[in-house]
């Protein structure tokens, strides 16, 4: 369902692909995530519990976030953990690489901001009544500069979430259900 390479890697190649299994009736039934060094061989590392079908993964120097039935981080140290603070399953994770105690989580319920690490969230949706943001991208250069991908396009705001500008870039809609969204780092 997805496919990610981590561009934090300043050797060799690590790709990350999320599976998702249906049922017969359509259903979601299982999600696996898969690490990859040469694109042939996968190993499973982690098993998310729950079922979601939306998935998205940040990549910072020394951690790694998804969201997807929860919120996990993986760091060498601590492996893979769940740090799941919020009411509801996030589908979208972005981290700042400028300060990651800034962190955006995309709910079904709209945008939250953290600015301790994931402990708190605080809403970040003014103006974004009604959409549900699949990917998002917050700027290294600017932290309150940000980005969300959602069903009805792309929408960007320069005040942490505070009001947002929709972007006509036809960026909108179910794209062969990519939710790939990213700043340039330069």
Avoid: C
């Avoid at 997805?2 to 999320?18: E, H």
């Avoid at 989580?105 to 959409?131: P, R």
Wanted: glycine share 10%.
């Amino acid at each position: 369902r997805r496919i990610w390479f981590n561009p934090a890697v300043s050797s060799g190649l690590q790709a990350f692909a999320y599976s998702v299994e249906h049922t017969a009736h359509g259903f979601t039934a299982d999600a696996h995530l898969y690490r990859s060094s040469d694109l042939e061989t996968w190993t499973e590392i982690i098993s998310p519990s729950a079922s979601q079908g939306a998935a998205q993964m940040t990549f910072l120097d020394s951690e790694i976030w998804l969201a997807s039935d929860g919120l996990y981080q993986y760091t060498q140290v601590t492996g893979w953990q769940d740090v799941t603070t919020m009411g509801y399953p996030p589908v979208a994770v972005s981290v700042s690489p400028a300060d990651t105690q800034v962190m955006y989580i995309g709910t079904d319920f709209g945008v939250e901001k953290s600015v301790d690490g994931g402990e708190n969230w605080s809403d970040a949706n003014q103006e974004l009544a009604g959409i549900v943001p699949d990917a998002m991208a917050v700027s290294p250069h600017d932290l309150d500069t940000l980005y969300v991908r959602t069903l009805q396009g792309i929408f960007k705001s320069t005040t942490a979430g505070n009001d947002w500008q929709y972007l006509d870039h036809g960026g909108g809609g179910y794209s062969g259900g990519d939710n790939i969204l990213a700043v340039d780092h330069d």
